[in-house]
C-alpha cells in the first residue's frame, strides 16, 4: 500500500552496529505497529502506539525501541543488531472504527540481514 | 494472547479449482479477518467478519465464520495464479491488537 512506505526497503548490517527502520504514513491513522515476520512463521508484534504519546511494548520488544516522531511517523530501532533479528520487518497503521478491532494497513516491508 | 492457527500449511491445486483454508482460535472473538500476503511483501486486508455474522462475500472469496466451534475458513473460487500467496487469519488480541496466525501458503498451478 503507496499509502504506507518503509525505508530502507533492503539493509544488510553488522552485529552490534545500531539501526534504523523508519515508516512514514499518509493515511492520516493515529495507530501504528512494528512488526517482524521469520520464514514460515506469522507476524509478531514488536510495539505499537495509538497516539503520538502512546507507546506501547509488543510480544518481542526486546532488542528493538521505538520512536513516535509524529501522528505519520514511527521508527524502529536495533541499538545493537543481532543475527537472529534477521527477518522481514513490517510497519502497519489503523484507524480504529469504534467498535471492533481496525483493519490494519501494511507498509511493503524492510528485509534486514545481520551478519 | 489467542492465536489463530491456519490450516493446511501450504496448498496446491490447478488453476481454476477452488481453494480452502481453514482458522481455529482458542477463546471467544467478536470479530475475525484474512489477509493475503504476496511473497515478501505487506499483508493486504481482504475481509472482516464479525461474530454474529455466519458467512460473507467479496468477489470470489467466501468466508464463514463458526462461533460454536471457534473456526473460520476461506474459499476462494475460480482460482487463478494471481491468488498463488499466503493467506493469514486475524483475531483480536486485547486492547485492539491483532494476532496472525502462521498463514496457509497457496499455489495456484497452471
Known amino acids: 500500500d503507496a499509502d504506507v512506505t518503509q525505508t530502507p526497503r533492503n539493509r544488510i548490517t553488522k552485529t552490534g552496529k545500531r539501526i534504523m527502520l523508519e515508516c512514514s504514513q499518509t493515511?492520516?491513522?493515529?495507530?501504528m505497529y512494528w512488526y517482524r515476520q521469520d520464514p514460515g512463521l506469522g507476524l509478531r508484534l514488536i510495539y505499537y502506539?495509538?497516539?503520538?504519546?502512546?507507546?506501547n511494548k509488543g510480544e518481542i520488544s526486546d532488542g528493538y525501541s521505538v520512536s513516535r516522531q509524529a501522528q505519520a511517523k514511527f521508527s524502529l530501532s536495533l541499538e545493537s543488531a543481532i543475527p537472529n533479528q534477521t527477518a522481514l520487518y513490517f510497519c502497519?497503521?489503523?484507524?480504529?472504527?469504534?467498535?471492533?478491532?481496525?483493519?490494519?494497513?501494511f507498509g511493503p516491508g524492510t528485509r534486514l540481514t545481520v551478519l | 494472547s489467542q492465536q489463530g492457527e491456519e490450516d493446511p500449511q501450504a496448498l496446491s491445486i490447478q488453476e481454476g479449482e477452488n481453494a480452502t483454508m481453514n482458522c481455529s482460535y482458542k477463546?471467544?472473538?467478536?470479530?475475525l479477518q484474512w489477509y493475503r500476503q504476496n511473497s515478501g511483501r505487506g499483508l493486504v486486508h481482504l475481509i472482516l467478519?464479525?461474530?454474529?455474522?455466519r458467512e460473507k462475500h467479496s468477489g470470489r472469496l467466501r468466508v464463514t465464520l463458526d462461533t460454536s466451534k471457534k473456526s473460520s475458513s476461506l474459499l476462494i473460487t475460480a482460482s487463478r495464479a494471481a491468488d498463488t500467496a499466503s493467506y493469514f487469519c486475524?483475531?483480536?488480541?486485547?486492547?485492539?491488537?491483532?494476532?496472525f496466525g502462521q498463514g496457509t501458503r497457496l499455489t495456484i498451478n497452471p
Open positions: 502497519a497503521t489503523s484507524d480504529f472504527d469504534g467498535g471492533y478491532t481496525d483493519t490494519q494497513y
Open positions: 493515511k492520516g491513522h493515529d495507530r
Open positions: 502506539s495509538f497516539d503520538v504519546k502512546d507507546i
Open positions: 477463546t471467544s472473538i467478536n470479530n
Open positions: 467478519i464479525r461474530s454474529n455474522e
Open positions: 486475524a483475531t483480536p488480541g486485547g486492547a485492539q491488537k491483532l494476532v
